[in-house]
């Protein structure tokens, strides 16, 4: 037996421990990469910011010296200031027209460096998903070099020895584990007691089922039926059950042939008489009865069930009477017959 989770069989994992080693300081390096490249951008933002203000503070201080040039042109025209003054305060202002132009060229190119930064921290988190992914692909290989079970079962013999080659495409496999508690048996039944069946699933009956050893003596486990299959055998005329065994005594084994019988109904007060004394005429079954003269009469009987050796008789017969079991082959009606069930058993022989 083995339990889900032991250990079964090891792989040499040197070479993909390798790999995880190479792929872990890759993934490292491009997680680095990406600070560095969020510094960056950072860097650049902040230069965006600076550069939005000092071209808010040059465009206020343009304005103001273009007004200024503009007022003292007017006292220039009054000969209210001297020209070299007026000359002094144009330049200034055109002085500050150009500091604007720089500083909104200054702007768009610190724009343009956070664009560029903002993709390439993008490609620097694609490339860090990449390596988390080659890392995680890596441990996946090392650990499949740790083959464990996946069920609780019994082992068979081992299909590959220390030191042997194996491949994704072998067809073998390494071992068979096969799960045993529970366990299921298959069995058909006739097409004809399908929809007995059905009924009783349909009505949420859980039905119980024995299973016993090939020779129908004694009972190795009971469960219940789990399914019905979805076709029926054209050949046979049968349907294929599915029946579930907890099996704790583990009587059952993978692949063990056995008897399944199938608890239907319980019928009390049932006449019951060894399947072996029902005869079947052209159009209807019959028994021979032992009367107590010990001549025997041919008695029409209906047959509810026949099941384990034993049948039911729905009419035709009252508890009590005798019913021969042997040799009915060689009777006719009124044949003398001996009992031979010492004790008043139900079974009587034909004479010779």
């Known amino acids: 037996m083995t339990n889900r989770g032991d250990l079964l069989i090891t792989i040499d ?39 939005e203000a000092n071209l808010t503070k040059d465009i206020a201080q343009s304005k103001y010296a273009e007004e200024e040039a503009r007022r003292y042109g007017i006292l220039v025209e009054k000969d209210y200031v001297p020209k070299e003054q007026y000359g002094q305060m144009r330049t200034n202002a055109e002085s500050l027209a150009a500091s604007v132009q720089a500083d909104k060229a200054a702007v768009e190119n610190a724009r343009a460096a956070v664009q560029a930064d903002r993709a390439a921290v993008e490609n620097a988190k694609a490339t860090v998903r990449a390596s988390a992914a080659a890392v995680e692909n890596a441990r996946i290989q090392v650990n499949y070099c740790r083959i464990t079970s996946p069920i609780t079962g019994l082992i068979g013999l081992r299909l590959v020895d220390p030191g042997n080659i194996v491949h994704a495409s072998d067809s073998n496999g390494l071992v068979v584990i096969t799960q045993i508690q529970p366990i299921a048996v298959v069995f058909p ?164």
């Open 13 to 51: 994992s040197r070479p993909f421990e390798a790999q995880l080693a190479q792929a872990q300081a890759n993934l490292e390096r491009d997680t680095a990469q990406v600070k560095q490249v969020e510094a960056n951008l950072a860097r650049d933002i902040a230069q965006v910011q600076q550069a």
């Open 189 to 352: 039944i006739p097409e004809d007691n399908l929809p007995m069946v059905l009924d009783k699933l349909k009505r949420g009956e859980r039905l119980p089922v024995e299973a016993y050893d090939r020779e129908q003596k004694r009972m190795l486990a009971q469960g219940y039926l789990l399914t019905v299959d979805n076709q029926i055998d054209p050949n046979t005329g049968t349907v294929r059950l599915k029946a579930i065994f907890k099996n704790e005594e583990k009587a059952l084994y993978p692949n063990q042939f056995v008897n399944a019988r199938l608890l239907m109904d319980v019928k009390r007060g049932a006449t019951i008489v060894p399947a072996s004394a029902i005869q079947r005429g052209p159009e209807k079954e019959f028994v021979y009865i032992v009367k107590a003269d010990q001549t025997v009469a041919m008695r029409p009987v209906t047959v509810e069930v026949i099941q384990g050796g034993a049948a039911s008789i729905k009419t035709g017969l009252k508890p009590g009477e005798l019913v021969v079991v042997d040799g009915a082959e060689r009777l006719r009606e009124g044949a003398r017959v001996e009992v031979k069930s010492p004790g008043g058993g139900l079974a009587g022989e034909a004479s010779q």
